[in-house]
């Protein structure tokens, strides 16, 4: 997968527009030209979160990307800052 997709209705009628940002996965701040692959959602309190495996051509680890939700809700078609958290290794 190069791209993920993110996106916030623009009103409270989730039928309607979003503001959707395109992240790619294959540059930095994530592991370049690897593979972001499985990924998983998660929604906190205060953020939405997105997980993949990173295989770099085999398993490297995983990136964790962090999109606050104040900055989401308050979007209006503005790129919205993200953290990833970089490769993590997890031992056998």
């Known amino acids: 997968?190069?791209?993920?997709?993110?996106g916030v209705?623009?009103?409270?009628d989730a039928t309607g527009a979003f503001f959707v940002q395109r992240v790619n996965v294959r540059r930095p701040p994530f592991t370049v030209n690897a593979l972001?692959?499985?990924?998983?959602?998660?929604i906190a309190t205060d953020a939405v979160l997105v997980t993949g495996n990173i295989l770099a051509p085999v398993f490297a680890g995983a990136d964790l990307v962090v999109f606050p939700k104040?900055?989401?809700?308050?979007?209006?078609?503005?790129?919205?800052p993200m953290s990833c958290v970089k490769t993590v290794i997890v031992a056998p």
């Open 36 to 42: 972001f692959d499985y990924p998983n959602l998660g």
């Open 9 to 12: 209705s623009e009103t409270p």
């Open 1 to 6: 997968m190069q791209f993920f997709f993110i």
């Open 70 to 80: 104040a900055s989401l809700y308050a979007i209006g078609g503005v790129r919205v």
